[in-house]
């Protein structure tokens, strides 16, 4: 796992930005993994003020809530559009509908998209209990796309972005451990002192379902972009 310190969450956006240039630079992208999150916001800003064009790729994003639709301001449909696609428009962007009407069948749907559009970068947050896309601890390392429950902690952590906790989905569809994990290249950013702990244990945790993000010890191509805040358990 390759290790970026950075000063704060611009500098870590504009790093991540970077790879995301040169591997386009490089012809090496056609699919680009998308998360949302306060994480990604600075990167998508890079994105969205930057003369890149991304009308060639198209982009998959990790998960969404069951119950929002696309034109509520919580759902992460609409947070993509806010962020990025109203901007930079992509020649497609897949997400889960998180209204569909056999949530099953849609998970089916969307694993398909994911096996047959293969992600060459996949951008990732992290959650405080080092969940990633909405993969709980406990979840299976060879999961798809499937309905989750969100933990007690995870509806607390996110319950900032709502009225009131009660407004906080308690069911999403995520993408899984495994179809994360067969993206091409890994971007993993993580700010604040809130993801220090999940972030040593990614790095130097055991392996294991409990800590979701210990997986990513796993793959050939990770790059971790954390400013000192998050940085800052890793050697204690
Ligand atoms: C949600 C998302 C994750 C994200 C996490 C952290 O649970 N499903 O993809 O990484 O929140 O969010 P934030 O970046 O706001 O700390």
């Known amino acids: 796992m390759k290790i970026i310190t950075v000063k704060d969450q611009v500098e870590g956006g504009k790093k991540a930005f970077d790879l995301i240039k040169n591997a386009m630079g490089n012809h090496e992208i056609k699919t680009l993994g998308l998360a949302t999150g306060s994480t990604p916001k600075t990167l998508y800003k890079e994105m969205v003020t930057s003369n890149l064009d991304f009308r060639n790729l198209q982009s998959i994003n990790l998960d969404e809530y069951v119950g929002l639709p696309a034109n509520n301001s919580q759902s992460y449909h609409f947070f993509m559009e806010e962020h ?6 992509f020649k497609i962007n897949y997400i889960p509908n998180g209204v569909a009407e056999n949530i099953e069948a ?10 047959e559009n293969p992600v060459d970068i996949q951008i990732l947050g992290i959650g405080e ?15 798809e796309t499937r309905e989750v429950a ?4 995870t509806i607390k952590a996110n319950s900032r972005n709502f009225e009131n906790i009660s407004d906080v989905p308690t069911h999403a569809i995520s993408m899984g ?3 994360i994990m067969h993206a091409k290249k890994i971007i993993l950013l993580a700010f604040g002192e809130k993801k220090a702990e999940a972030v040593k244990q990614t ?3 055991p392996i294991s ?7 990513l010890q796993l793959h050939p191509d990770v790059t971790l972009i ?3 805040a998050a940085a800052s358990k890793i050697d204690a």
């Open 84 to 89: 990025l696609f109203k901007a930079k428009p």
């Open 106 to 115: 849609e998970c089916i749907r969307y694993n398909k998209i994911i096996d």
């Open 129 to 143: 209990n080092a969940h990633i896309g909405f993969n709980e601890p406990g979840s299976s390392f060879g999961s």
């Open 150 to 153: 969100l933990t007690e902690s």
């Open 177 to 179: 451990i495994k179809s």
């Open 203 to 205: 790095i130097t945790g």
């Open 209 to 215: 379902e409990d800590i979701p993000s210990s997986v």
């Open 226 to 228: 954390v400013d000192q």
